[in-house]
């Protein structure tokens, strides 16, 4: 009878080396490298699935998007100026930028006009940003296509840079400029009329008001709607 060999018996490990061995070369030259493999192509497909996925998913969120900001615009022009008429000063200079921005984008023209002395002139649209006739009056007023205002001397430079001149207007927004821009154009605002209409800011604005009151009073609901 032979005499058994315990698990621990050093004659034993060694009689299970060669097998180990074997087993280890079979499994990593044939099984490993396959497996692998595998594994691989199967990641790497499910890897573009998902960037493919992602990659639709993000444009349907962008062009959603682009659809809201298309639909949120009060007009196709960048900005609208609000500016009077009666004013020729003003006139003449709101036709020469009207003619520069039709030479410079034809058809896509990036600057809207308003007349708040136009019969039609409406301070309830929302194109026309909420602006009466007193505050337009009062100072040149624009309003960008996403509803926001604009007031003062920087709408010059804003629409100066609509028609590539905005280089004339760039100093007004200058620290050691800007405050003596601000003080002269409120100072022009202020007597802009009479200089150039030959009436006070708050004759015309009377004036507008009790137009408006006599609209208001001949009008009724089934003749005719006042935008005043």
Not at 179 to 197: E, H, L
Request: contains cysteine; hydrophobic residues 35%; proline residues 4%.
């Amino acid at each position: 009878i032979m005499p058994s060999i315990s698990p621990t018996h050093p004659e034993q490990k060694l009689c299970h080396r060669p097998l180990i061995t074997a087993c280890r070369r079979f499994l990593f030259q044939f099984i490993v490298p396959d497996y692998l493999s595998l594994n691989c192509d199967t990641i790497m497909l499910q890897l573009s699935s998902n960037l493919l996925h992602r990659w639709h998913h993000c444009r349907r969120i962008v062009a959603a998007f682009s659809t809201n900001i298309k639909h949120d615009q009060l007009f196709k022009e960048e900005i609208n100026i609000l500016y009077d008429s009666k004013c020729n000063v003003c006139k003449l200079e709101m036709d020469m930028l009207a003619s520069r921005d039709a030479r410079l984008h034809g058809s896509k023209r990036r600057i809207k006009l308003t007349d708040i002395e136009s019969d039609s002139f409406d301070p309830n649209d929302p194109a026309n940003g909420g602006i009466s006739y007193a505050k337009g009056m009062s100072a040149i007023n624009a309003v960008y296509r996403d509803g926001r205002v604009i007031e003062g001397p920087k709408v010059f430079l804003k629409a100066y840079e609509f028609v590539e001149l905005g280089w004339l207007f760039k100093f007004t927004e200058w620290p050691v400029f800007k405050p003596a821009v601000d003080i002269g154009y409120n100072y022009f605002a202020k007597y802009r009329t009479k200089i150039t209409r030959g009436s006070s800011l708050d004759e015309l604005i009377s004036a507008y008001e009790e137009k408006s009151k006599i609209e208001r009073a001949s009008c009724t609901s089934l003749s005719c709607t006042t935008k005043r």
